[in-house]
């Protein structure tokens, strides 16, 4: 039974799905140069999307461009961008739907999860926590919205966060914001949607990224897959699959909804 079990899981590895609607794509992901992003700009470049994306973090961001462009599918267009810098951001957003031709899907996946006491908070690490985890989320969207609508329509796909449906500890401003992401969704599905363009909210659980690791120990992940319904970690592949068919046309009448990826933590 456990070989069938194995088994089953490494044909799972070898078979991802293919969306031929997502071939040729204009697809923009922030935060991509590691992580879950990482995952998800690999995942849009291997379905021969047209991938471009932004990270803080250059170092990381032209590696990965670099290793993708010497595959066989279209080259990633890498943009170093701190994103809490709005006019940056539509400078930046601008030339790369330019370069692309457009925009067809983007991915606001961007976020920053460090704990904080509430004694510690002030109201400037308040202002600077919303712009780092939620601010950027509307302006990409705003920044997107009419080349998309130019297209006949799109996909938009924010990045919430299981933590404040758990109410975990010391991350009462990051909470906040992935908790208004999910508001955030639900307004903009409404005012864009009659556009054709789609906005849904991603829900990861606890996935297995080295940024993670730095906050739980073993004991800790254990704690978490105990939690879980389903035994293991989830892998950003694993987000990544969900994001496809979200941003594919497969799922082209789902809007306005929070899609959740957490092995059935609660």
């Known amino acids: 039974m456990t070989g069938d079990r194995d088994l089953l899981q490494r044909t799972s590895e070898r078979a991802r799905a293919r969306y031929p609607s997502l071939a040729g794509k204009r697809v923009i992901v922030t935060g991509g140069g590691s992580g879950i992003g990482a995952a998800l700009v690999e995942a849009f470049a291997g379905q021969k999307a047209h991938v471009a994306f932004v990270d803080i973090r250059g170092d990381d961001g032209e590696a990965l461009a670099e290793r993708l462009g010497a595959g066989d599918g279209p080259a990633p267009l890498f943009r170093t961008l701190d994103l809490t810098d709005v006019d940056a951001l539509r400078r930046t957003f601008a030339e790369m739907e330019a370069a692309l031709g457009g925009v067809d899907v983007l991915i606001n996946n961007a976020a920053n999860d ?96 080295p940024r993670q690791e730095k906050w739980y120990t073993p004991e800790g992940e254990a704690e978490i897959v105990a939690a879980q319904c389903l035994d293991g970690r989830i892998q950003p592949d694993d987000v990544a699959a969900l994001v496809l068919f979200l941003a594919s046309d497969d799922a082209r009448m789902c809007t306005g909804h929070d899609y959740f990826i957490d092995a059935g933590w609660r």
């Open 114 to 209: 460090d704990r904080h006491a509430v004694a510690d908070v002030t109201p400037a690490y308040w202002d600077e926590r919303m712009a780092v985890n939620l601010r950027h989320q509307f302006f990409a969207a705003q920044a997107v919205a009419p080349a998309m609508a130019r297209a006949g329509g799109g996909a938009i796909l924010n990045f919430g966060s299981i933590s404040w449906h758990l109410a975990l500890a010391d991350l009462v401003l990051y909470q906040t914001a992935k908790a208004a992401i999910e508001g955030l969704t639900r307004g903009l599905a409404r005012d864009l949607g009659r556009q054709g363009i789609r906005v849904n909210t991603i829900v990861p659980g606890n996935v297995q990224t």
